[in-house]
């Protein structure tokens, strides 16, 4: 990696967090998705593709001594299974916690900041879904090992599944030049928001948010588009884009959360005929009204080869991160 | 194994069961006791003896590479690290959950089917107990890995309990011939329910239900009996059998769901001179009031033995559903 | 070792607890941190020193066919990760539980003895944390493997705590002629209880035990060291004792368990310059208002180091467990 590109890798090391690179260039902690360069992308996306061949073989041992913590202060089954199989996969060892806030049950006043210089001390990197905003970076900021963060409140970042919404894209067409429509709750879809970053990275990309007014994407990201160059729409009304992007970003709205038909912003068999033919249905699950299960058979959607794509970018981003330290 | 029998064997495809068997003859998923034909069952007891000596040798790793997910909505603590203790003995990876209804609390709506088609992209096998009766089939129907029925729902089944208890059995003496005794609450005990199955591919066997008539065993495993013709009795007084039979079953009974006298139903030290010189007294566990602690160190207590052999049992239905896939 | 020392470590064998050693003065479970001699004490810190260096290297594999089974009744995540980390450390393999209370909550009136008996053909060592004083004591008289107690109730022990405590002091100065200030809410710290009865093990110890009056700790453990000729002072004061001692041993208080000012007990930068310059700082973790963060930045609060040394301590205890038995 050249050193322009490094001076945008958010460097963070024990105590404190570092504006400028390490000297050696090297990833240490996974917050936020625009920490991530193109080229850094690229290598992680190469990586990816390797380990869809090691697993087709069977996995590896490599790893086989180093140890992976998760510390789910709130539960996810699914994005800690995802991470544990990359570990696995990879031959490695796995500290489990399901529900995370038993620690702080134990003693109220305990800080994240204690837990993660102890479980620090046990493993070799930690992945961290924190209920507050900012738990992530906090925790990066003591710890020993590198942090993950997945997931981190609801208008927080979830930066790991935006990685791999944007490598399923990646693995079927070229990345510049792309039109996506980001459907859904969108002030509280931390997914969105991690996705929306990571595509202003590449170039001619035009973005249609599509929400109710009252849960529209926040102005922070709208900002860093703009201030990014990154041409974008608020548009409250499906039916105008379905028919015009190259990927269709479905994520969930809570029936409770709007006062309008939910129904406008679904997506059913019969809107696939107005999507384009080569269009690309996204959505990072779970799901429930949002997205009808006559949808699945089609060829274009393609969010459970997604939710398996999950599997080899953590994997190759446990690799970036564990031969790195 | 010869076609005839393979007939027998539920083959469950991507997307819809099939009553045909795979062209292959080999078992897929493990939803139903009743699927097990006898040189099925003769198959794997051969098995399970093998894997008595690899666990006396210090285990195996020649799984090592493998993934078993466990997806315990309802959380079975025993029923789970059995499970995973034999995936271990095998040299195993584990992917697990305590409680896995933290899935849906997530998203009320979502579906197991979801879940599955992505779990099944993380790991080789899944374990599954679901609260609804036929969770684990709808899960088989869509996965693209093998399913096993850990217990799903009260009514429900609980074939590899029932494989084990009648692997314990088995190695004691003949199946054919065999007269059981099945006591506790037999409507709600599924495996009452799975060993009424099993015991029904035999010759000459002979089963009393021994039950308060308000909880007896269900018409559906009735009418099975009758169809296969097993000769089988509905008992309200446990003393009248319990000098007769070849193998004493008891389950628990909750206090609750009877208005008689439990008493009746439970078995104490001073029952045992009554039993025959060389009878089996089994149970599933946990236990509470139906057996007496008291009955422990009858040399004729088997339930320890009993709970041992699932170890057993359990690698051996693990390397048949690994090894074919 | 030499015979009458063994006759100090409390051997149990199935079904009951033996006064007198196991002929081969093997260590069999850890259940009472007093059934460590002090030659079994420094066979352990031993193989700690020599764990260190296992874990600089990347661990071991040794131990790849062993399982360890953690029943956490009571949630203690930072625990239960501490053993599991020393396990994948040595190479072996985890069975978890982190809410073992799940077992009991399906059956109300099952026992731990049933469950130890079971999960003990399941597993080669047993780790408990149980709710009940005794709880350790009960699972280990019916165990077919080692069980190390991991805590039992607030008012009972904690073994391996205090043998990294003490650990972490030996590191740094000879145990022999060492005066400690044990701070907190005593009379249900069995953190502290379990490091009274080691102190007590070496020559011409002197012991504070600082806390309010009706928090003080109970005479069992008094009446302990008063029989071992144990040099101890109750004081209410923390102040007149800070500047004395080699060791400051902070542990909780809390607030609804005492009328009096918190404030007094709690250790902060301001009460560093009265310390001893060399003394050390140490607290079981996890703190909350007694432990101020601003003290972790001297050179002499060593918690979190303590901490770690909780992997090694834990890695040599089970290598003592596993290869004799």
Redesign the interface.
């Known amino acids: 990696m050249e050193e322009h590109v490094l001076a945008a890798v958010v460097q963070i090391r024990s105590g404190r967090i570092e504006a400028r690179p390490k000297r050696d260039g090297k990833l240490r902690h996974v917050i936020e998705s625009q920490q991530f360069t193109v080229p850094l992308l690229m290598e992680l996306f190469d990586r990816a593709r390797g380990m869809e061949r090691v697993v087709a073989r ?2 590896s ?1 490599e790893y ?2 180093r ?1 992976m ?1 998760t510390l789910f202060y709130a ?4 994005t800690r ?2 991470f ?2 990359a570990m ?2 990879l031959g490695g ?1 796995i ?6 806030q ?2 702080s ?7 994240v900041e ?2 993660i ?3 620090g ?3 070799d990197v930690i992945v961290i879904r924190h209920y507050q905003e900012g738990g992530a970076k906090r925790a990066a900021q003591v710890s020993p090992v590198p942090v993950i963060n997945a997931g981190d409140s609801e208008g927080g970042q979830h930066p790991t599944q935006a990685l791999l919404d944007l490598y399923t894209i990646y693995r079927e067409r070229p990345l510049d030049g792309l039109s996506v429509a980001i459907i859904g709750e969108l002030d509280k879809g931390r997914t969105a928001r991690s996705l929306a970053y990571l595509l202003a990275k590449f170039e001619r990309v035009k973005i249609f948010f599509v929400s109710p007014p009252e849960l529209q994407m926040k102005p922070d990201i709208l900002s860093y588009l703009d201030e990014h160059g990154v041409h974008y729409e608020l548009e409250p009304d499906m039916n105008r884009v379905i028919g015009e992007v190259d990927v269709v970003y479905q994520t ?1 709205i809570r029936p409770e959360r709007t006062s309008g038909s939910l129904q406008q912003y679904a997506i059913n068999s019969a809107l696939l005929p107005k999507m384009k033919q080569d269009v690309l249905i996204l959505h990072p ?5 949002e997205l009808d ?1 006559s949808v699945d058979q089609d060829p274009r959607a393609l969010y ?1 080869r997604q ?2 794509n999950g ?1 080899y970018v953590r994997m190759a981003l446990l690799t970036l991160l564990l031969e790195k330290n």
């Open positions: 069977g996995g041992l086989q001594n140890i913590a539960p996810s089954t699914r299974l995802s544990e199989a696995h996969r060892r500290l489990s916690t399901e529900h995370a038993a620690f049950s134990e003693i109220d006043g305990e800080q204690d837990t210089r102890i479980i001390g046990y493993s969930r699950l779970p799901r429930t009204v299960q459970f939710a398996q599997l």
